[in-house]
């Protein structure tokens, strides 16, 4: 062994000391390693951050579903109904109305902004008299389980920085996701699954790209990121035993692994070796949790009515709905569904009803199943967009066909179950759907309210990075009260 390698295994900084001598990492037991304390909460311990296995407060909600609707659904065709813009069909955006609003670079060269109102029908329904779009019959069965917010509201224009802000609580890559931080802050309530699972399906449109770093655990530990389940024979990548290896030889070869990064962690205290020995024995444990799960031939034939004949599809968002249910029941804390597809630039009224047609009937049938076996009052379920659409044409009008642009100022999401109030809404919107003026919720309101569901105080929540700590609401965000039950 050269001096210079010598020199360079003995030295000890800061976190190295630290276990050694209080936290006495080394000498823990290989279930201490894997983050596991005595609740059945994972550990979030390090010397530079704070120790998170329980909730700050008692939570009204166990587990999150995220319908995420990537694209921008818009909000005038499906459930902001304005009457006011039927009279002024084609008539030009009054200035007063757009005060100068920033643009993209797909609309700011247009000449005029011809206002274009929804063709569609709108009803209330239910005793909460909520107003839907004749785009969503099945959404509207159930909005009396629902919370509309109809006064979202973000900075971003564009796809990218804007999911990644409702994701990351940044427009800016590289932070971690909102699942990453609920693993972080409050460990798995299942041992045999990943706490954090993402589902994706798309439309029948060519939709904006989706990327891995939206679930990625950014500066924390890597055993919180998200665990991608595709499709097909393999839901999740490299999970199965190579041809010739049987599970007692792979049983072994972790124990050893085990015993090496043991000696690993205790020379270095490199919190990464510690995610490493849990990712291996999660993996082990999927093996068999993981096609258990999947398996959806198990569900009845009615279960299959009620999400729709496409649950019968894999990978379709129908199947995901479905799959999302089974990944609750099984106490998968976060599950991020994303279905792509809802960039309507032209010819909106065509596509937005395809992709109602995909996601409507999945989407009730998710809050009725959750609801009738007893799942939905301690399990939140959000659908929503990274923004809305503009209340003008992109491009030409015409009596049955207009385009909308990405509009920041005001959009709607809606959210049940997990001690939200059901049967409202919140938030209100000017007679141009262009504008808040009552109850503006912005995405850091947003996630401090979500944050809050799950027990967890959005300010307390935080990481030390780079010698700053950090959170999911970066320095702003409040908890939206109005809509607590």
């Not at 019959?137 to 006064?151: E, G, M, Q």
């Not at 798309?202 to 990625?216: D, E, M, V």
């Not at 999740?236 to 190579?242: A, E, H």
Request: hydrophobic share 35%; charged share 20%; proline share 5%.
């Amino acid at each position: 062994m050269s001096d210079n390698y010598s020199e360079h295994l003995h030295k000890i900084n800061r976190r190295h000391f630290l276990s050694k001598s209080s936290l006495g990492i080394g000498s823990l037991a290989l279930g201490s390693l894997l983050g596991c304390n005595s609740s059945g909460n994972r550990s979030n311990q390090d010397s530079d951050n704070k120790l998170f296995s329980a909730p700050h407060f008692a939570p009204k909600a166990k587990r999150i579903i995220y319908l995420f609707q990537s694209g921008g659904p818009s909000q005038i065709d499906l459930f902001d109904y304005k009457p006011l813009l039927m009279k002024m069909r084609g008539e030009d955006l009054p200035d007063s109305v757009r005060q100068g609003q920033r643009l993209t670079g797909m609309t700011s060269g247009q000449s005029s902004f011809p206002l274009a109102p929804a063709i569609f029908d709108f009803k209330q329904h239910g005793q909460s008299g909520a107003w839907v779009s004749e785009l969503m019959p099945h959404t509207a069965k159930v909005v009396d389980d629902l919370c509309f917010i109809k006064s979202m509201h973000t900075e971003a224009i564009n796809h990218d920085p804007a999911i990644t802000f409702f994701q990351t609580g940044s427009q800016q890559a590289g932070r971690p996701s909102m699942g990453s931080w609920l693993s972080y802050g409050l460990g798995s309530m299942n041992e045999n699954l990943p706490t954090f699972s993402v589902l994706l399906s798309r439309g029948a449109q060519r939709p904006q790209p989706i990327y891995s770093r939206l679930w990625g655990n950014g500066f924390l530990a890597s055993l919180h990121q998200g665990v991608q389940f595709r499709s097909g024979k393999d839901p999740v990548l490299y999970l199965q035993n190579p041809s010739g290896i049987t599970s007692s030889s792979r049983r072994q070869v972790l124990d050893v692994l085990a015993k090496m990064n043991q000696i690993r962690m205790s020379d270095f205290g490199d919190p990464e070796i510690q995610s490493r020995i849990s990712q291996y024995e999660m993996a082990y444990k999927m093996q068999t949790s993981v096609p258990e799960a999947t398996d959806l031939s198990s569900e009845p034939d009615e279960v299959f009515e009620l999400y729709g004949e496409d649950a019968r599809k894999p990978g379709t968002y129908a199947a995901n709905c479905l799959l999302a249910r089974r990944l609750a029941e099984r106490d998968v804390k976060f599950v991020q569904l994303y279905h792509l597809g809802w960039d309507q630039h032209s010819n909106l009224p065509r596509d937005i009803r395809l992709q109602c047609a995909d996601t409507d009937k999945a989407s009730a049938a998710l809050v009725t199943d959750l609801k009738r076996r007893g799942l939905l009052e301690d399990t939140l379920v959000i659908w929503g967009g990274e923004f809305g659409r503009t209340n003008f044409s992109q491009g030409k009008l015409t009596d049955t066909n207009y385009g909308r642009d990405h509009h920041p100022r005001c959009f709607t999401v809606w959210m049940a179950g997990g001690g939200i109030k059901p049967g409202m809404s919140y938030g209100e919107t000017d007679d141009f759907s262009y504008n808040i003026v009552k109850d503006p919720v912005h995405v850091h309101d947003f996630q401090a309210t979500i944050l809050h569901q799950m027990g967890m105080d959005h300010e307390r929540l935080t990481y030390k990075h780079q010698g700053r700590r950090y959170r999911l609401t970066d320095v702003h965000g409040h908890v939206v009260k109005d809509i607590l039950a």
